[in-house]
């Protein structure tokens, strides 16, 4: 499995600003991904963040509240826009790695903690 | 969309008993995982199933990838403190513009009682 790290791991902003998280693998993976997970709820995919293109966005997600950025095949930020309190939840991001099996799947980071007040 | 159902939404037991639970789906996987969620953490991978049929193990967890491959189920035996969490199931179809996306339940909350 990889290590996934995410900064900040916690955050209480103030509403109309926003947060730029950074999520850091140890290894180079061709996909990312970003969810939400609000609270005490399941977990909703934002956007698959592809190294070299437009991040590709679910319906209900747009580019100008959540931009994206994967620079390289290690790395990407997901900000959070113009916040409101309704933003305040649990984003992580998750990489798709090869297994010992030879088959795919997801791994996810420790996610960061947000507050919007 | 593709919907996934978990149930039970919760599940109060006593130390040393067994626990299932299961997901179904509106449409067909080819893939299923399952997590687990621990206060302040993100989500561990416990299992993953990649064809239909399919029984994988790992240790006291036990998971099947249903025949239909629209449900799949957990089971947890001999229950200890700390199994404690959350537990997802996942579905993800790879293919066409959905590839990799994954779709999870709603989660079972898992309390264990000494």
């Known amino acids: 499995s990889a290590v996934i790290s995410q900064k900040p791991s916690r955050d209480i902003c103030q509403r109309g600003t926003s947060l730029t998280i950074q999520c850091q693998v140890d290894s180079q993976v061709t996909m990312m991904f970003w969810y939400r997970q609000q609270p005490g709820q399941s977990l909703t995919l934002i956007a698959t963040?592809?190294?070299?293109?437009?991040?590709?966005?679910e319906s209900g997600f747009v580019i100008d509240k959540f931009p994206i950025s994967r620079p390289n095949l290690t790395f990407s930020t997901l900000t959070v826009s113009n916040m409101s309190p309704e933003d305040s939840s649990i984003y992580l991001c998750?990489?798709?790695?090869?297994?010992?099996?030879?088959?795919?799947?997801?791994?996810f980071g420790p996610g960061t903690r947000l507050t919007v007040l | 969309g593709q919907q996934l159902n978990q149930s039970p939404q919760s599940m109060f037991i006593q130390e040393g008993e067994d626990v299932s639970m299961n997901c179904t789906s509106s449409?067909?996987?080819?893939?299923w995982l399952w997590y687990k969620q621990e206060p302040g953490e993100g989500p561990v991978l416990l299992i993953a199933l990649y064809k239909a049929g399919e029984l994988t193990s790992n240790g006291r967890l036990t998971a099947q990838f249903g025949i239909t491959r629209k449900d799949s189920f957990l089971n947890i035996s001999a229950s200890i403190p700390s199994d404690v969490g959350i537990y997802f199931c996942?579905?993800?179809?790879?293919?066409?513009?959905?590839?990799?996306?994954?779709?999870f339940g709603q989660g079972t909350i898992l309390t264990v009682h000494p």
């Open positions: 996942a579905g993800q179809y790879v293919g066409g513009t959905s590839y990799g996306k994954l779709t």
């Open positions: 998750s990489v798709e790695m090869w297994r010992a099996g030879g088959e795919d799947t997801q791994y």
């Open positions: 449409s067909i996987f080819n893939t």
């Open positions: 963040a592809n190294q070299g293109s437009e991040a590709t966005y």
